[in-house]
């Protein structure tokens, strides 16, 4: 089984954001509650740069990395080189590459309460029929009214257009919120 670590925030010598740390928490916790199982469980993080959460020159999935290194977690981890997302769809459609490449079936999207719906209908959207599973950590304290609107608009946006758009390539919405 894979989990997808979703990008968020970091500070351009690498500190990672509240709402990072909570998702490897999570994530961590997840892989710790399947040992032992059958199948091996790798955890992938995902980031590259952008704006408003990467200004460094290391693609963000690098700090998370770094960090479950850190947990002593080397053996679980794979290479999130070629998830450099730099928003939620990017995450979805490089996440689907990814799991074709490495013919991966099973897998879960860790991210935060905040971002919980408009990650569902992203990756339901995109990975239709499939069903994913996406869980969230805790909203830290850092989540506030700004990131709560930042949401609301694009999952407006997204139910406007019916669907995720990407390449000129319409995914149909499978639900609505709300």
């Known amino acids: 089984m894979h989990i997808f670590i979703l990008g968020h925030a970091n500070e351009s010598d690498g500190r990672l954001s509240a709402a990072s740390e909570s998702r490897i928490s999570l994530a961590v ?9 059958d199948q091996a469980t790798y955890l992938v993080a995902t980031g590259g740069f952008g704006d408003g959460f990467n200004t460094s020159q ?15 977690l080397s053996s679980n981890l794979r290479s999130g ?3 450099q997302s730099a928003h939620t769809v990017e995450d979805a459609i490089l996440i689907k590459n990814y799991c074709t ?9 860790v991210t935060n309460e905040f971002h919980l719906a408009r990650t569902k209908l992203v990756f339901e959207a995109i990975f239709n029929p499939l069903s994913v599973d996406v869980l969230a950590a805790e909203n830290p304290t850092e989540i506030g009214d700004r990131d709560f609107a930042h949401e609301k608009d694009a999952i407006e946006r997204l139910e406007a257009q019916g669907g995720v758009f990407w390449r000129g390539q319409l995914y149909p919405l499978i639900s ?3």
Not at 29 to 37: A, F, M, R, T
Not at 101 to 109: E, G, M, P, R, Y
């Open 29 to 37: 916790s997840i892989l710790e509650d399947q040992k032992p199982v």
């Open 58 to 72: 290391t693609p963000h999935h690098v700090w998370v990395e770094a960090e479950l290194k850190k947990r002593g």
């Open 81 to 83: 080189e070629t998830l």
């Open 101 to 109: 490449v490495h013919d991966v079936q099973s897998f879960l999207v």
């Open 176 to 178: 609505k919120t709300g």
